[in-house]
């Protein structure tokens, strides 16, 4: 097992408001932003590689109820998560892909970036 060092942030918002002063239509927004890097050491001063994988996910996320009668609620949502992975650190060897082209037999090695957006 290689050693570590982890860190781990996160922020959030979060803001509600009224939209009348009856307090029957209200609206609320959020944001978060969370970053988790964790860096691996090599095992042995030969072992030139040091690899860090850090995590920042974001996401932002709306809101509206609205009381129209008695018996009649309306709400509404709408949120945007943007998952992002990376794999950064030294090389090994010389490397190149071409995505649809042709396909790694083995793991890629770092860097590594992916980014996927998430609606909801």
Same mark, same amino acid.
């Given at each position: 097992? $290689?050693?570590?060092?982890?860190?781990?942030? #996160?922020?959030?918002?979060?803001?509600?408001?009224?939209?009348?002063? =009856?307090?029957?239509? %209200?609206?609320?927004?959020?944001?978060?932003?969370? =970053?988790?890097?964790? #860096? /691996?050491?090599? %095992?042995?001063?030969?072992? /030139?590689?040091?690899?860090?994988?850090?995590? +920042?996910?974001?996401?932002? /996320?709306? *809101?509206? &109820? *609205?009381?129209?009668?008695?018996?009649?609620?309306?709400?509404?949502?709408?949120? $945007?998560?943007?998952?992002? +992975?990376?794999? #950064? *650190?030294?090389?090994?060897? %010389?490397? /190149?892909?071409?995505?649809?082209? %042709? &396909? @790694? &037999?083995?793991?890629?090695?770092? @860097?590594?970036?992916?980014?996927? @957006?998430?609606?909801?």
């Amino acid at each position: 097992m $290689l050693p570590f060092t982890s860190d781990q942030n #996160t922020y959030i918002a979060k803001f509600d408001y009224k939209i009348d002063e =009856m307090g029957k239509h %209200n609206g609320s927004s959020a944001a978060i932003y969370r =970053m988790i890097a964790r #860096t /691996a050491f090599p %095992n042995s001063p030969r072992t /030139a590689r040091q690899q860090r994988l850090p995590r +920042n996910s974001k996401g932002i /996320a709306a *809101g509206y &109820t *609205g009381v129209l009668s008695a018996n009649i609620v309306n709400t509404f949502r709408y949120g $945007l998560t943007r998952a992002g +992975n990376e794999n #950064t *650190g030294v090389l090994a060897s %010389n490397y /190149a892909w071409f995505r649809g082209y %042709n &396909t @790694p &037999t083995a793991s890629p090695p770092e @860097p590594l970036v992916s980014f996927r @957006p998430h609606h909801r």
